[in-house]
């Protein structure tokens, strides 16, 4: 049998259902794109790690400052001190590249520094510290307290080190921590071009999802 002969005996409507089957298939996976989208858009941008207590230290204003004022946003944490000439500085020209990524938005997001030490460290100085930094007023605030309230903050509420050292230094962690809207810790950052791409990606998906 010749092919014109085997075309002229395909059964009557096969075309029409491989058609059909084409259609459906079609519809499957666009229904599947979409389920997956918007199910990205609504997952959480990592587990809850720890829920913070409330806290009420004081800014670089002199103004208390603390978890009722940061309360509704998202926020990064990090964890310096002024007269610190090793990691210090490297941390805050990162949170420095934050605040440039984020200040077409100031609304949506805000950057908190914890001085680790707050003995040495008052408003005053920090105010400084904030001024040499280029910080954005309402966008990255600076915090300092009491030593016993700020110790307990840090080592048991975000759960991160910092030991005074005999000539005055103080070891401490050089992560940030990214904080919810309902103060709960989302994730722990290295302070590095890909902790930082890291930390946009989670921004993203809590604003978008939580």
């Known amino acids: 049998m010749d092919a014109s002969l085997a075309i002229e005996h395909t059964p009557p409507g096969a075309s029409r259902r491989r058609a059909w089957i084409g259609v459906i ?32 230290l004081v800014d670089e204003r002199g103004q208390p400052f603390g978890s009722a004022e940061l ?11 002024t007269s610190c000439h090793d990691a210090c500085p490297m941390l805050t020209a990162r949170m420095g590249e934050l605040q440039d990524a984020l200040r077409r ?11 680790v030490d707050p003995a040495r460290d008052g408003p005053t100085q920090l105010a400084e510290y904030a001024r040499s930094a280029r910080a954005i007023p309402g966008l990255w605030h600076f915090l300092t307290g009491p030593v016993g309230h700020v110790t307990s903050l840090l080592q048991d509420g975000f759960k991160v080190s910092m030991e005074g050292g005999p000539a005055g230094d103080v070891t401490h962690d050089n992560h940030f921590v990214l904080v919810d ?12 071009p890909s ?3 890291g930390i946009r990606s989670a921004l993203k998906n809590l604003l978008l999802g939580d």
Request: aromatic fraction near 16%; proline fraction near 7%.
């Open 105 to 115: 938005d100031p609304a949506a997001v805000q950057l908190v520094t914890f001085t």
């Open 71 to 81: 309360a509704g946003r998202p926020y990064v944490a990090d964890f310096v001190y």
């Open 195 to 197: 902790g930082l791409r």
């Open 181 to 192: 809207a309902r103060g709960r810790i989302r994730g722990y950052f290295e302070a590095s």
């Open 25 to 56: 298939s079609l519809g499957l996976g666009l229904t599947v794109a979409v389920w997956l989208f918007w199910r990205s858009r609504s997952a959480p941008a990592s587990p809850v790690l720890f829920s913070l207590p409330a806290f009420s």
